[in-house]
């Protein structure tokens, strides 16, 4: 893997102009520009190369390892990373499911999703997972059920500052 990721680093540098160098003896350095050069996967293996260097940033980069391998459709590995990602995330559980959902796992996410909801007993938490929810259909082109999930969330809503974004994300969705 480590040749793969010179070699990709390599290709990369004799794209950018030479004022832009990788800074090959700093991993961070190679790391960041292979993500901002849209390198998902090899940005997430360098990342991951630096959890086995330093194994204290595994907290500080396991959410961007997850998300860059999920962008990338590595699927087991985004998962791998995610859940590690999730014991130190605030919300784990709405994090796993966006995880799934840039995988394209729509079930996943909302088998993720749907037992939170029900669980949510703080009406500011159980409106966001609504939305959460509703964007995760209207993205699998699941259009009655996103509506369905909005419904439920104005139904949340009332009287809350949440009412008022929950109508427009409700009237966008019936267009």
Avoid at 6 to 29: K, V, Y
Avoid at 60 to 73: D, K, Q, S
Wanted: proline residues 6%; aromatic residues 4%.
């Amino acid at each position: 893997m480590k040749r793969s990721l010179t070699i990709r680093i390599a290709l990369l540098a004799l794209l950018r102009p030479p004022s832009l160098s990788f800074g090959q003896d700093n991993p961070r350095i190679e790391a960041a520009a292979l993500e901002k050069a849209g390198d998902a996967h090899g940005a997430a293996a360098a990342y991951e190369q630096i959890v086995r260097d330093d194994p204290a940033t595994r907290p500080v980069l396991a959410t961007r390892i997850a998300r860059l391998y999920a962008e990338a459709g590595v699927t087991n590995q985004a998962l791998e990373w995610a859940a590690a990602a999730a014991e130190q995330h605030p919300d784990p559980q709405a994090f796993l499911a966006g995880i799934h959902e840039m995988l394209g796992d729509a079930p996943g996410a909302l088998a993720i999703l749907i037992p939170e909801i029900a669980r949510a007993e703080d009406p500011g938490r159980k409106i966001a997972l609504l939305w959460l929810a509703a964007d995760v259909c209207r993205n699998a082109g699941l259009k009655d059920q996103a509506v369905e999930y909005l419904q439920r969330a104005l139904d949340a809503a009332q009287g809350r500052p949440e009412e008022e974004r929950t109508r427009k994300k409700l009237a966008n969705a019936l267009e």
